[in-house]
């Protein structure tokens, strides 16, 4: 037995060996040992807290680096650019009494040897930067969300309504603007929710994620209370002084007459006591020896109380407009439906702009205790006018004992009167 396994043993060393050659040639042809590169633009800065009342920063103008792994192809096969995890540790940097500061970067991926990786650059360059502090208000945002029917926007607060951000004197000194946005779609209920604060730069531009992640940005809870819409509030005028003599206030109007308001359910109480009537001050408008009519315009929102406020969109203005006539005149309103037209050109159609003209009427001698609209005669004359927009004197005919005050007009629209086609198939 001895002798069979010990013949020819030179010959059977060497077809070992000669195996073991082909296995290693065939292995080393079917995977190579081959070196890639990869490019990262993500360095991650470790213990950035260690230089103290400083803050670094990337030099963001030099961000690309190249990565070269060498390893076997099929290993090589499975790795990616996000598979490469570079960082660079602040306590190791080279020195800090240069600007950048070069520290070294030390890049891994899992399968691959430290040894077989290298990163060119092998230094990030970091700036660093002093420290800041500074104190910031809280503006909150609905954007173009619109609570529920019937509801609006009373007020948007934040808690806290300011805050102290930190971070590099450059980037805290371009901030212009710290907003916390809330959504209140159809919400007919006060909404309060904790929300990430946007920063914008003096600008209007929106921080980018790389600035945002230099600032130590906390969250705040915002709160949006909704307001109940009333409508239907009665506007009231009152007035100073005293006209000319020979004249009298015939009557106070405002326009618009009634307006919606949303409040809080407090306010909306208190309205309601009040019999829902907004009153203007009589210092708002001034008569005195006035012998014309006197208007002017007020801002409705300087006379709401705490807690009433106008819905979105309305109109803040009211005017305000005292009628000043001769003593014994009257103001009268005149259906334009009654207003005769003379001289219409043929197949024409008018039409009045408005639905009623004033008529300022005064008594005198002989004149009874009262007027009846009905003894009022008005007409227009159309003679010489063609289709299109016209601004009308108006002819008006009183009974005796009566003159008109001030000359009337209407606006008027001539027209030609169309006629449908009948059509039918043969």
């Given at each position: 037995?001895?002798?069979?396994?010990?013949?020819?043993?030179s010959l059977?060393?060497?077809?070992?060996?000669t195996?073991?050659?082909?296995w290693?040639?065939?292995?080393?042809?079917?995977?190579?040992?081959?070196?890639?590169?990869?490019?990262?633009?993500?360095?991650?800065l470790?213990?950035?807290?260690?230089?103290?009342?400083?803050?670094?920063?990337?030099?963001?103008?030099?961000?690309?680096?190249?990565?070269?792994?060498?390893?076997?192809?099929?290993?090589?096969?499975?790795?990616?650019?996000?598979?490469?995890?570079?960082?660079?540790?602040?306590?190791?940097?080279?020195?800090?009494?240069?600007?950048?500061?070069?520290?070294?970067?030390?890049?891994?991926?899992?399968?691959?040897?430290?040894?077989?990786?290298e990163?060119?650059?092998?230094?990030?360059?970091?700036?660093?930067?002093?420290?800041?502090?500074q104190?910031f208000?809280?503006?909150?945002?609905?954007?173009?969300?619109?609570?529920?029917?019937?509801y609006e926007?009373?007020?948007l607060t934040?808690?806290?309504?300011?805050?102290?951000?930190?971070?590099?004197?450059?980037?805290?000194?371009?901030?212009?603007?710290?907003?916390?946005?809330?959504?209140?779609?159809?919400?007919?209920?006060?909404?309060?929710?904790?929300?990430?604060?946007v920063?914008?730069?003096?600008?209007?531009?929106?921080?980018?994620?790389?600035?945002m992640?230099?600032?130590?940005?906390?969250?705040?809870?915002?709160t949006?209370?909704?307001?109940?819409?009333?409508s239907?509030?009665?506007?009231?005028?009152?007035?100073?002084?005293?006209?000319?003599?020979?004249?009298?206030?015939?009557?106070?109007?405002?326009?618009?007459?009634?307006?919606?308001?949303?409040?809080?359910?407090?306010a909306?109480?208190?309205?309601?006591?009040e019999?829902?009537?907004?009153?203007?001050?009589?210092?708002?408008?001034?008569?005195?020896?006035?012998?014309?009519?006197?208007?002017?315009?007020?801002?409705?929102?300087?006379?709401?109380?705490?807690?009433l406020?106008?819905?979105?969109?309305?109109?803040?203005?009211?005017?305000?407009?005292?009628?000043?006539?001769?003593?014994?005149?009257?103001?009268?309103?005149?259906?334009?439906?009654n207003?005769?037209?003379?001289?219409?050109?043929?197949?024409?159609?008018?039409?009045?702009?408005?639905?009623?003209?004033?008529?300022?009427?005064?008594?005198?001698?002989?004149?009874?205790e009262?007027l009846?609209p009905?003894?009022?005669?008005?007409?227009?004359?159309?003679?010489?006018?063609?289709?299109?927009?016209?601004?009308?004197?108006?002819k008006?005919?009183?009974?005796?004992?009566?003159?008109?005050?001030?000359p009337?007009?209407?606006?008027?629209?001539?027209?030609?009167?169309?006629?449908?086609?009948?059509?039918s198939?043969?």
């Amino acid at each position: 037995m001895k002798n069979k396994l010990t013949r020819n043993i030179s010959l059977k060393i060497m077809s070992v060996a000669t195996a073991v050659l082909v296995w290693m040639i065939v292995v080393n042809v079917d995977n190579p040992i081959r070196t890639v590169s990869y490019t990262i633009q993500n360095v991650e800065l470790l213990n950035q807290t260690y230089i103290d009342q400083k803050v670094p920063l990337p030099d963001t103008d030099h961000g690309t680096f190249r990565v070269y792994i060498t390893a076997e192809r099929k290993t090589l096969s499975r790795i990616s650019a996000s598979d490469i995890r570079a960082v660079a540790d602040l306590q190791q940097a080279l020195s800090f009494d240069e600007d950048p500061v070069m520290v070294p970067i030390t890049v891994s991926c899992d399968g691959v040897s430290p040894g077989n990786i290298e990163v060119v650059p092998n230094n990030l360059a970091v700036h660093l930067e002093d420290k800041k502090t500074q104190e910031f208000v809280i503006s909150v945002n609905s954007g173009e969300s619109k609570p529920g029917k019937g509801y609006e926007i009373g007020s948007l607060t934040a808690n806290p309504e300011k805050i102290k951000i930190t971070g590099p004197t450059s980037l805290i000194n371009i901030i212009g603007n710290v907003t916390a946005n809330i959504s209140v779609d159809n919400k007919t209920e006060n909404v309060t929710k904790e929300t990430e604060l946007v920063i914008y730069d003096k600008n209007g531009t929106q921080l980018t994620d790389a600035q945002m992640s230099y600032l130590n940005v906390p969250k705040v809870t915002v709160t949006a209370k909704l307001w109940r819409v009333r409508s239907n509030i009665q506007i009231i005028g009152d007035y100073t002084g005293e006209p000319a003599e020979g004249y009298q206030v015939e009557s106070v109007v405002t326009v618009p007459n009634v307006l919606s308001l949303a409040g809080s359910e407090e306010a909306l109480g208190i309205l309601e006591e009040e019999g829902n009537v907004i009153r203007i001050p009589a210092e708002y408008i001034d008569i005195s020896g006035e012998s014309s009519d006197v208007e002017t315009k007020v801002n409705i929102t300087q006379l709401l109380s705490d807690g009433l406020k106008l819905p979105s969109g309305a109109s803040e203005d009211v005017w305000v407009r005292v009628n000043i006539l001769p003593e014994g005149s009257h103001s009268y309103e005149l259906d334009t439906n009654n207003i005769a037209v003379e001289n219409q050109p043929e197949d024409t159609q008018v039409i009045f702009a408005m639905d009623k003209i004033e008529l300022r009427i005064k008594e005198t001698d002989g004149a009874e205790e009262t007027l009846d609209p009905a003894e009022i005669e008005a007409s227009v004359d159309l003679e010489g006018k063609t289709t299109g927009n016209y601004d009308l004197s108006v002819k008006i005919k009183l009974p005796d004992g009566y003159e008109l005050v001030d000359p009337v007009t209407a606006e008027v629209e001539i027209s030609e009167i169309s006629i449908a086609e009948n059509s039918s198939d043969e």
